[in-house]
């Protein structure tokens, strides 16, 4: 018994004692080799883990930075322009012309798309350009270098950016230096290579095949082939060089002609209408109101063609004028274009309203439509029923005011000739525009009523671009009024510049017999070649 009990007790003590020891027991066996193969299967899903968290840092990283900083700031010719890069399937270029639209490009291939946005035009660059004609074609060549200067510029701020991000991305994730440096590795290779792509598949020639986007959809049968009228205006321009110069020998000519003499105190009056954005007409303006001694510039508008803010640093060459400028909007002159030309010091924007200049009482409205905007032009410029209601409504509105005024109003504005009726027997002259075409003729006088003359002016800038698709460009025109003391028009000067295929000047005098029903007497023409 006492054997057995001492075998018990010594079982049992063996069962209670800890192992200890280098030696595995045989039970530790089976969990000990599980335990080994876990690990050697983990180790390849472990490092596949790393590679595909540092992949998909890396291209976060990536987007981040250059949706971050892949942009920069840079001059286009006289605009000033900015250049973006953004992730994208189809690469391509867009050329943002706000608030005109759009022109895609098919320029590239890879995952990077171009964005190039025009923004508002140098002022002094840009009266660099309307001083001398001869320099939008450099400005065109220099155009080419600008965009590329810009967009390597881009390139390498944008690779930057997307390295930045994606390491300070990584430390974040990772905190280990060796895997940050290969996530900012990783980012180098993905944006030099897609901007790589991007240059290896550049086709140059898709600026020639651009798909149209916002108002912009109309500028190919607007300005029709681009190529052609670059061409024909760059000879216009140089031949225009020389006539602007014959305008001083114009004024010699015809200043001694006994056909009209103008008097101590008589008033001098320019009317201009539909610029259309033609630089070269700034110069004829101030060209004549130098040589002709011009007291008052009147607009009777479409001084531009969209309205747009780029277009609106046109009107600086206005306050180069010294001369009080009284302007009208035209359908093709937005509420910023009169703004823009209302913050000109010498410059007087009417809209339903008078002013007094130069001694003359004028009052003038802006035509009710803006054609680029189809809410307030469905027809565009187009003569519909709608159309006439409108610009009748306007002639209404200004004979109202015209009649309600305090002082006789000598002059009143309108944009389109349409607009005249009303104002028949409630001034003696009325200026206008819009048709491009010249033409003088009398409102229907109703008895007891002053007869009123109508005046419609060319286009002082030729039709802008529209005027060189034709075989002949359109002349550039313009009107000296004169008017004596007692503000009755005695006489006027038809002048036109080229268009005639001829190289000339023409002037035509006309005087007016009777001043008080306003009938031409006689005509002298002269030119000068």
């Not at 590679?51 to 840079?74: K, M, P, S, Y």
């Not at 995952?111 to 140098?122: E, I, K, N, Y």
Request: aromatic share 4%; hydrophobic share 40%.
């Amino acid at each position: 018994m006492d054997g057995q009990h001492d075998e018990q007790h010594d079982d049992a003590g063996d069962r209670d004692e800890p192992v200890t020891g280098d030696e595995p027991t045989a039970r530790d066996e089976p969990r000990r080799s599980a335990g080994l193969l876990a690990v050697a299967r983990s180790g390849p899903l472990r490092r596949t883990g790393v590679i595909l968290a540092v992949l998909a840092v890396a291209l976060v990283g990536v987007v981040l930075g250059v949706l971050a900083g892949g942009r920069v700031e840079t001059d286009i010719g006289p605009f000033r322009a900015n250049l973006s890069i953004t992730p994208a399937s189809a690469g391509g270029t867009t050329v943002d012309v706000p608030p005109l639209g759009a022109l895609l490009l098919d320029s590239h291939d890879g995952p990077t798309h171009l964005t190039v946005r025009l923004g508002a035009l140098d002022q002094g660059r840009t009266e660099a350009l309307l001083d001398d004609p001869a320099s939008i074609s450099r400005a065109s060549q220099s155009a080419v270098e600008d965009v590329r200067s810009g967009v390597m510029r881009l390139g390498l701020r944008t690779v930057a950016s997307a390295v930045l991000a994606t390491l300070l991305l990584a430390a974040l994730v990772f905190r280990d230096m060796r895997r940050t440096a290969w996530a900012g590795g990783l980012a180098l290779l993905v944006a030099a290579g897609s901007l790589g792509t991007a240059a290896a598949t550049l086709r140059p020639q898709a600026i020639e095949e651009p798909r149209y986007e916002g108002l912009l959809v109309n500028a190919p049968a607007i300005v029709g082939d681009a190529r052609r009228i670059a061409n024909d205006y760059t000879k216009y321009a140089e031949q225009l060089q020389r006539l602007v110069g014959n305008v001083s020998q114009l004024y010699t000519t015809v200043s001694a002609l006994p056909v009209y003499e103008p008097a101590p105190g008589t008033t001098r009056v320019l009317h201009v209408s539909d610029m259309h954005l033609n630089p070269t007409g700034w110069q004829l303006i101030r060209t004549v109101v130098e040589q002709f001694g011009i007291d008052a510039v009147i607009d009777t508008g479409d001084i531009t063609d969209w309205g747009s803010e780029p277009e609106a640093s046109f009107v600086a060459s206005i306050g180069l004028l010294k001369k009080p400028y009284v302007f009208i909007r035209g359908n093709h002159d937005s509420e910023r274009t009169g703004a823009a030309v209302a913050r000109q010091d010498n410059a007087i924007v009417l809209n339903n309203s008078t002013t007094t200049v130069a001694g003359l009482t004028i009052a003038g409205i802006g035509d009710p439509r803006f054609t680029p905007d189809k809410n307030t032009s469905p027809a565009g410029s187009g003569l519909t029923q709608q159309v006439a209601d409108q610009v009748i409504g306007a002639g209404d509105q200004l004979a109202a005011t015209v009649r309600s005024s305090p002082k006789p109003v000598n002059i009143a504005l309108v944009h389109d000739p349409a607009s005249a009726g009303p104002l028949a027997g409630t001034c003696p002259l009325v200026l206008a525009g819009h048709t491009h075409a010249r033409q003088v003729s009398k409102l229907p006088q109703a008895p007891g009523q002053q007869p009123t003359t109508l005046m419609v002016e060319g286009s002082t800038g030729g039709a802008g671009l529209r005027g060189l698709e034709g075989e002949k460009p359109t002349p550039l025109s313009m009107t000296v009024l004169y008017f004596d003391p007692q503000k009755m028009l005695q006489a006027y000067d038809d002048i036109t510049v080229g268009g005639t295929g001829q190289a000339q000047v023409n002037l035509e005098r006309h005087v007016v017999a009777d001043p008080v029903a306003g009938v031409p007497a006689s005509v002298t023409p002269t030119p000068t070649r």
